[in-house]
């Protein structure tokens, strides 16, 4: 019996790294300008893996993707260790529990995750010269649009009130102190499916509670890549969160939280991207 999305003993839980992205200001801007091929989850996982080994934060890809831009990997360097949905098909009577989807012919398909070591920084590489693709442009009508939510006028009589959600709607309040940071957060609790049970009226002052977490969470991964104001006022938040009970070491969030936090600031990051660069495949 396999466990899914459980790292390897020496790889940081997605809690953790979430962790260390609340509590390091400019440390997701940095990776994402490095590493937006890839999900937001393994830029973190990248970025700090580059920390740790003192390696210069740039193009990453596998030794045969190298290969082909004319690069080789030094002798002797580490591979950096990714996170990588692995998709296969499985006899049905293996139960199993999530991920799996009905293919054809009684198979299913079943996505795990599980961590390689198979990318090389830049630096870990000679060869011919090469060229970063330029950081794609992200704009918020094609986000939403791709994400199926839909902005509607802001009829609010709160002046306090930022935004709210309802089901795949959202609304922000047009003198919105942080208009982005509150578009992201609201847009994350339908991603979060938080909307399918409730709807969300957020003013200034955020509620404590899990799912305000979560949102936030998601705004503070959006507008620190994207480089939006907002990243402090998140942060403020989250770290008021993660202190004063339990001090920085992570457990205030759930792993299963963590994990879905990257996922849908991934989901909005990518789906507003004029070119969709989908570069996380198996090789
Ligand atoms: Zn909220």
Redesign the pocket.
């Known amino acids: 019996m396999q466990h899914h999305s459980k790292p390897a003993p020496d790889v940081p839980k997605w809690s953790a790294l979430l962790v260390e992205a609340v509590n390091k200001p400019g440390l997701i801007m940095e990776a994402y300008s490095a590493f937006h091929n890839y999900s937001i989850g393994n830029q973190i996982l990248a970025i700090v893996q580059c920390q740790l080994r003192g390696l210069e934060p740039g193009p990453i890809n596998t030794f045969p993707g190298w290969q082909t831009l004319g690069r080789t990997v030094k002798r002797g360097e580490r591979a950096l260790i990714l996170c990588m949905p692995i998709s296969r098909k499985v006899r049905d009577e293996q139960g199993s529990s999530g991920g799996e989807s009905e293919g054809e012919n009684g198979e299913r398909r079943f996505t795990s995750f599980m961590h390689k070591a198979r990318w090389f920084a830049i630096s870990q590489t000679v060869g011919d010269e090469f060229t970063p693709p330029r950081l794609p442009e992200w704009e918020a009508e094609r986000a939403l649009a791709a994400l199926d939510i839909e902005q509607i006028a802001f009829t609010a009589t709160d002046g306090n009130c930022q935004g709210y959600a309802k089901k795949r709607q959202i609304a922000i309040n047009p003198v919105a102190q942080l208009p982005h940071k509150t578009l992201f957060?609201e847009t994350a609790?339908v991603i979060l499916g938080h909307t399918a049970e409730a709807d969300?009226t957020?003013t200034e002052r955020?509620p404590k509670n899990l799912r305000?977490v979560e949102?936030e969470a998601v705004a503070l991964l959006c507008c620190e890549a994207l480089n939006l104001e907002g990243a402090d006022y998140c942060r403020g938040y989250i770290q008021n969160w993660l202190c004063p009970a339990v001090g920085y070491n992570g457990d205030a969030i759930p792993e299963k939280s963590a994990q879905k936090i990257f996922r849908a600031a991934d989901q909005i990051l990518r789906a507003g991207r004029l070119q969709a660069s989908e570069n996380e495949t198996e090789h």
């Open positions: 957060h609790h969300f957020d955020t305000e949102a």
